[in-house]
Every structure is written in C-alpha cells, then in structure tokens.
C-alpha cells in the first residue's frame, strides 16, 4: 500500500545557515540506511523535509526498520502515492486508504490538503470540506475535530497525489557526521554501548577501543565487543575499532602496585592509551559508560583520579547520573542488551581485588605508577603500535 516515506525533521530545521548542511548529512545518512534494504528508492530533500520514494517493489518492513536507526528523524510517515485522476478518483482512494488503516471507525479526524502544484482546480480549503464531508458520508460514525483530532489526513497534490495520516516516531538527535568525532572506550559490559549511542544520537562519529588480555580473556570476549560495536554502528555509521593488547601492562602492575589500586591504575592506563589513539584519528573527546558510584572505580574520587590522567580531551560520560535500570532501558531499546548479558570475562575483573580503594588517594596512586617506570613508557608503545584496527 506504501510507497514512500515522508522524513520529518525538528533540531536541525533551526540551524539557521548551517540548516543545508544538517539536510545534506540527514540525506546522506537516510540513502546509507536504505543501502541494504531491497528495493530502489530515491531519497530528496525537498523544503524542512526529505522525502523517500521506493521505485517498484520493496521491503517495506526492512526500510522502515532501517529508517528508524537515523538520528536527526523525528518521525516517519508511511505514504500512499497515486496518480491524479480527478477529484472523485482522488476521493475514493482517500475513503479506501482509511478504510483500510483504521478498521476501527471510532476516532476524530481532521482533513489537511496541500498543493505543491497550484494549477490543480480545487483550493486545499475547497479539497479539505470536500473529501471531509464524503469521509463522513462513507463512514458515519467518524467525525471531524479541527482543534484536537485523533488523525490528521494529509493530502499532498504533487506531480502525483500523496496520501498520508500515520506518524512513526524517529530516533531523533543529529545526523550523523554533522558533531565531530570520539573515541568509545567500548568495553562487552551493558553501559558503555549505551554511552556511545548517546553521543552518537548527537551526530558525532565514533571510533573506538576495547582492552583485552589473552589469554585471559577469549576470541568469544572479544567477538562479543565487535558484535556490540556493530549494533551501535547500525544507528552511528561506520566504527573504527581499534583493539589493544592489555595484558603486558595489566601483569606488570599487577606485579608492582598494591592490589587494591589495581584497577584504579588498569583504568588510568587505559585512559592514557585511549586518549592516545583518540588523538592520533583526530577524535575531539573520550566517551566511557561511567556512573556515579555504579562500582569502586566510579567513586567520585576514583572518577578525579581517572580522569586526571587525560591531558587535552575533554571526557564525556552521558551516563553519569542514570541508574542501571534506565541504563538497561535504553540497552534493551537499542538491541543491545542480550549481547552485552552474555557471559565472558572482562579484562577489569581478572585481577581485581576483594577491597578495592573506593577513596584513592591521587598522591599514592601518582606515587605507586612510579614503581611502573622502568618498563611501562615500552610496554605503552607496544600496545599502541602493536593494536587491532577493524572496520565495523
Ligand atoms: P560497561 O558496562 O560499559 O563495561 P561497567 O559498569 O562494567 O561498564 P567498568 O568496567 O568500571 O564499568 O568500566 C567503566 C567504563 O570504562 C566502561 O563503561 C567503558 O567505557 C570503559 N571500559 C571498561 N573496561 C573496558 C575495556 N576492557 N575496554 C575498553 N573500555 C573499557
Ligand atoms: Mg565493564
């Protein structure tokens, strides 16, 4: 019954002069979705809206799909398109098109005709009380509300006629590609794809690292990442996933630290690694999943220690003050959640202490790297320059 797609747009209508550049990326970002879905479509921005038509047959349930993972949409209306045959032509398919959508006649509507095309022989006020009163002739037991209606119809005379009445709501935020560029520290745990979505839902492009430690942790720990990278790049586009080996360094501060410093120190070396390659692939800031007080490493004290560490980057931490629960919600919204529950090893957990420190102190942290000196300027570089870079 569909044949296209109208794109409704809300943030990026407001941008001022910058509005053609929002468009042109929503445009962009709306073709890449559709890329893998069956059928032909043409995708054009016409004005404060895109339009997408499908040429023939296609996979409406995939492209509507498909559609709802590009930020910047705020919502998707499924469009009947026929040729203009006159009015009472036009009628008929008006009266078939309800009946069909809303089995259910009880409901209010409201009717909202629009000409694109200004030599069509009717006024839209004249196309509105028209179609309204055969609407109402058809099916008594509508009726018309102009203030609050449960439907709106709205008729579009074009080239050819579009017929539309139902509004799917889109994942809103920016298009991709028009809010820089970060680095997710991605780990396989439940918070972290969810930050990198966040940020991602403001148009910025994500790149991202995972810290793993053969053989302590697995292949399957590590496809666990890739496979999570690639559901929040279904929303964000195209990640660079770059995979570092941790395991020299988390033994050898495992070997010379205080146990209970651990992770605090493990969390400071990814921090430096991270803020590394962000740097080096021109990324504009970090993202982690952290939460105030979710674990001992999330402390606001262990947070300052953390992220002192970090030298020119600002970090960003969307979920700082959520719970688990809405984080989970938003996991769970995004299809992440049953892959990020599977169950393998985290490089974090391996070696952490029974007591970890929950008040570090930056002074005996700062104090206890020194133990780390001989060694770990090398064992940095190796793992920078030794890393595993897939495209996602
Ligand atoms: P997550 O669910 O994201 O794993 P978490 O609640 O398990 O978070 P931590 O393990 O303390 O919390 O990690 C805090 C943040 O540090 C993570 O959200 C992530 O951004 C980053 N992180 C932790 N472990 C790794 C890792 N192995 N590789 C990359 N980043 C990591
Ligand atoms: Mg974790």
Redesign the pocket.
């Known amino acids: 019954m569909f044949q296209a797609f109208l794109i409704k747009y809300a943030e990026i209508a407001i941008k001022g002069k910058n509005r053609n550049l929002f468009e042109d990326a929503l445009v962009k970002q709306v073709r890449r979705a559709l890329k893998d879905v069956d059928g032909e479509f043409v995708v054009e921005k016409t004005r404060g809206r895109v339009n997408v038509e499908a040429k023939g047959n296609f996979d409406y349930d995939g492209a509507l799909a498909a559609l709802k993972k590009v930020f910047g949409i705020t919502a998707i209306c499924p469009v009947k398109v026929f040729e203009d045959e006159g009015f009472d032509k036009l009628a008929e398919e008006v009266i078939a098109y309800v009946d069909e959508q809303y089995p259910d006649k009880n409901f209010t509507f409201k009717m909202h005709a629009r000409r694109a095309r200004k030599d069509y022989p009717m006024l839209s006020m004249e196309i509105n009380a028209e179609l309204g009163g055969r609407l109402l002739e058809a099916f008594p037991e509508i009726s018309v509300d102009v203030h609050d209606p449960d439907v709106m119809i709205n008729v579009e005379i074009r080239e050819k006629i579009y017929l539309y009445s139902i509004v799917i709501p889109g994942a809103g935020g920016m298009p991709t590609g028009t809010g820089g560029k970060a680095m ?12 990198g979505y966040m940020i991602a839902k403001r148009g910025v492009v994500l790149n ?6 053969p053989p302590y ?1 697995s292949e399957r720990a590590k496809q666990k ?1 890739v496979d999570l990278a690639k559901i929040v790049s279904e929303y964000a586009g195209n990640i660079w996933l770059h995979v ?1 080996n ?1 395991t020299e360094i988390q033994k050898y501060i495992y070997e010379k630290c205080p146990h209970e410093e651990l ?1 605090i120190i493990m ?1 400071r070396y ?1 921090m430096r690694i ?1 803020e590394r390659i962000a740097l080096d692939n021109d990324c504009q800031g970090l ?5 105030i007080g ?2 001992a ?2 402390t606001m004290a262990s947070l300052k220690v953390t992220n002192e560490v970090v030298k020119e980057l600002p970090v960003f931490r969307p ?1 700082i003050g959520f719970d688990k629960q809405e984080i989970v919600e938003i996991s769970e919204k995004i299809g992440a959640f049953e892959t ?1 529950i599977l169950p393998f090893e ?4 391996i070696w952490v202490a029974k007591h970890p420190v929950t008040k570090p102190s930056p002074e005996r942290i700062r104090k206890h790297e020194n133990f780390l000196s001989d060694d770990i300027d090398e064992m940095f570089e190796r793992a920078v320059s030794g890393r595993e870079i897939i495209k996602i």
């Not at 520290?185 to 930050?195: E, F, K, Q, R, T």
């Not at 993202?287 to 939460?291: A, D, K, Q, Y």
């Not at 985290?346 to 957990?349: E, G, I, L, Q």
């Open positions: 997710l520290l991605l780990s396989g745990g439940i918070d972290s794809p969810v930050a991202a690292v995972y810290f793993h430690a942790t990442v570092v941790f992770t969390r990814m991270a993202i982690t999943g952290e939460s979710q674990v490493s999330q979920l990020s985290d490089c974090c957990t």
